[in-house]
């Protein structure tokens, strides 16, 4: 996208990355898998398809446990995107308009990966497991905002918190999609994703300079990865614990969910 076209519609710049990114291989999480996997040293069988079923609020999952585990989460995603990043430092100048695309682009789709794997422990439901599944304008919305918090947006971070609030009165199983497509959420949306292309263009030319010098790019590159996606998961890791629909819930029964919502 050029700079005029950037300028006049910032937020179909990051739509259109937010998209190509969750059509990586690797990038969309399965969320009962993850679930199983990463709650199977400490939690119940029972416990852990409570967990599936319904959330890891419904199974009354302790958040120190939560936390636990998302901090395991964020260092393998971390340790992962920092190395790939590395890798594709170093080249050098003669390969930068292959590896400076390439690099952003696993980046991003690591921090889909990271958010997904917060969501799903913190009680948000499904999002990208569908491999096959276009991303519709709700769930677009919500990554963008999971985004937005990752980069420090204050309206983002308040924006999280009125799906969270929406989404825990019913513990629903399904993003609130006239909220996020047409409500006082959808705007909110389109100013945080105009506000993260601009940022991720400044992004991408830091990566370009960090990969000038092979070998020396490959250690700043792989450093300013680190530096910049860890402290991103935390960031969003802490905010999710924060909202009421990680907080313990009733225990549900077949017989009160209808239509894939509890009632």
């Known amino acids: 996208m050029s700079e005029k076209e950037l300028a006049e519609n910032p937020e179909s710049y990051f739509t259109a990355l937010l998209v190509g990114a969750a059509k ?3 990038v969309r999480i399965d969320r009962a898998a993850y679930l199983r996997s990463a709650l199977s040293r400490y939690c119940t069988e029972d416990d852990i398809r409570r967990a599936v079923d319904h959330s890891p609020a419904v199974a009354n999952i302790p958040l120190d446990v939560l936390d636990r585990v998302a901090n395991e989460s964020i260092r393998y995603e971390t340790a992962k995107v920092s190395a790939l990043s590395a890798a594709a430092g170093i ?3 003669l390969f930068l308009p292959a590896t400076v695309p390439a690099d952003m682009a696993q980046y991003f789709g690591h921090m889909l990966r990271i958010a997904q794997k917060l969501a799903y422990l913190y009680s948000w439901p499904d999002l990208l497991s569908d491999d096959g599944d276009e991303l519709d304008d709700a769930t677009k919305g919500m990554l963008t905002l999971f985004v937005g918090v990752m980069f420090g947006t204050q309206s983002a971070n308040a924006a999280v918190g009125k799906v969270a609030a929406e989404l825990s009165k019913t513990v629903a199983r399904k993003l609130p999609q006239k909220a996020l497509t047409q409500g006082v959420i959808y705007p909110v949306v389109k100013k945080v994703a105009a506000y993260l292309s601009v940022r991720m263009t400044k992004q991408t030319f830091a990566k370009t300079v960090s990969k000038a010098i092979p070998l020396i790019g490959a250690v700043v590159s ?5 530096a910049t ?3 991103m998961a935390n960031r969003l890791r802490t905010h999710l614990a924060s909202l009421d629909l990680t907080k313990p819930k009733p225990p549900v029964t077949d017989d009160q969910v209808i239509d894939g919502e509890i009632v």
């Open 229 to 231: 996606f860890l402290p």
């Open 91 to 93: 080249p050098g100048l």
């Open 222 to 226: 792989g450093g300013l990865t680190l």
């Open 24 to 26: 990586l291989p690797g």
